[in-house]
């Protein structure tokens, strides 16, 4: 009897590694990259309730359970794909694949299932949508091997997260807008900015393996260039409140905007490239919150 509870207790124990492991893998454990997914969607929601004149709650759900499976569908292939690599580079060494935690098997099968999971969620969208994000999953896929043969693979990650604006404006409107566009191609100069903040944290590790990145092509010109693309980004956000008529109050979100942008740049100058990065997160959800404001409270 004692042989057998403890067989048990092994077994609950090995399946917690397991499950704790696939968490891991998906970064599920790691949530800003689903919150840098996450905010562009909601503008782009945002924005095409703004157009119509309301916004449906139910394509807000659908809008945050996408953003999740969509993460982590991206980060298993892309340590798929980057498993040799990872074994090498200090900050991604133990992930679970590139540990061996995971089997390469297992990898793959948790990738369908995540895949599977994202496409029945497509089938709650209207055929416009479920077009959009089918031909975007292809960018999914090809941005860990741009790694390899693109000089700037930022621009593909800022192509297919800025995306996601699209996808969900389509939720909410069949009719693009001059703005969406606008949007669109402020949000692709966003991402491209502050994932090569991110980049400036493994520049050493991927020269020596390899492995393409905005600051690499960019050298010290780097930070200078993801300011402008970042400005870029605010600069759209302007030119849509224009157009859209919005409130006086917005201008409040882009001194807050401004204040966090300056913050930003105070951590760079200390070399904490990092947490930089991470101040897009608040970045993002202040954008959100002045949107949302100009539908709900203004």
């Not at 895949?115 to 416009?128: G, N, R, V, W």
Request: glycine share 6%; hydrophobic share 55%.
């Amino acid at each position: 009897m004692g042989n057998l509870s403890l067989s048990w207790k092994f077994f609950f124990l090995r399946m917690k590694s397991k499950i704790l492991n696939f968490i891991k893998l998906a970064r599920l454990d790691k949530p800003i990259g689903i919150y840098l997914l996450l905010w562009p969607s909601l503008l782009g929601l945002l924005l095409g309730a703004i157009s119509e004149g309301y916004i449906d709650f139910e394509n807000i759900l659908i809008v945050l359970v996408g953003s999740v499976l969509v993460r982590s569908c991206g980060c298993v292939i892309n340590d798929i794909s980057d498993r040799n690599f990872d074994k090498v580079v200090e900050r991604t060494k133990e992930r679970p694949l590139a540990s061996g935690n995971i089997s390469l098997k297992e990898a793959w099968i948790f990738f369908i299932i995540l895949s599977i999971a994202s496409f029945c969620l497509l089938l709650l969208t209207p055929l416009l949508t479920l077009k959009i994000a089918l031909f975007v999953s292809l960018l999914i896929i090809l941005y860990p091997l741009s790694k390899r043969f693109l000089k700037a693979p930022q621009l593909i990650l800022g192509i297919t997260f800025g995306s996601g604006s699209v996808i969900s404006y389509s939720l909410q409107s069949e009719s693009f807008s001059l703005s969406i566009i606008i949007l669109y191609f402020g949000l692709v100069a966003w991402i491209v900015s502050f994932d090569s903040f991110y980049a400036l944290e493994d520049i050493d590790d991927d020269k020596k393996i390899g492995i393409n990145s905005t600051p690499i092509l960019w050298g010290g010109k780097t930070i200078f260039i993801a300011n402008a693309l970042h400005l870029i980004f605010y600069a759209s956000l302007l030119l849509i409140a224009y157009l859209n008529e919005f409130s006086i109050f917005f201008l409040l979100t882009m001194g807050i905007l401004l204040i966090l942008f300056y913050f930003q740049n105070r951590l760079a100058k200390k070399e904490l490239y990092l947490d930089a990065f991470k101040t897009n997160n608040y970045i993002g959800l202040f954008a959100v919150l002045g949107f949302t404001a100009e539908i709900f409270f203004i």
